[in-house]
């Protein structure tokens, strides 16, 4: 049972910058790969930006250039790294967290509860 809890989120004028982080607790036996998400009202969720376990990382093509994400597996903390804001940012940003099972095969997902990211112009 892994629980993933985001922080960071927040009203930022557009240029601004946000870090956002997303701390995973509780029995982790092994991340395939943790990624940020996010979903504005009335739009269907969408993928922003992955970390797999060895370090590779994607984004959207939004997002490329502007954001970055990375991991700190002390911590079981990955984080979102955004600068150069925009207001179509605006959304409640998401963490996931696919999970290999620990006595079977197969992964799980676990998401975080979300936080607001708010971008004015």
């Known amino acids: 049972q892994v629980q993933l809890v985001e922080s960071g989120g927040g009203l930022v004028q557009a240029g601004g910058s946000l870090r956002l982080s997303c701390a995973a607790s509780g029995i982790i036996f092994s991340i395939s790969a943790m990624s940020w998400y996010r979903q504005a009202p009335g739009k269907q969720r969408e993928l922003v930006a992955t970390?797999?376990?060895?370090?590779?990382?994607n984004y959207a093509d939004s997002v490329t250039g502007r954001f970055t994400i990375s991991r700190d597996n002390a911590k079981n903390t990955v984080y979102l790294q955004m600068n150069s804001l925009k207001p179509e940012d605006t959304a409640v940003y998401y963490c996931?967290?696919?999970?290999?099972?620990?006595?079977?095969?197969?992964?799980?997902?676990?998401w975080g509860q979300g936080t607001q990211v708010t971008v004015s112009s």
């Open positions: 970390v797999t376990s060895s370090g590779s990382t």
């Open positions: 996931n967290a696919l999970l290999r099972r620990m006595y079977t095969s197969g992964y799980d997902n676990s």
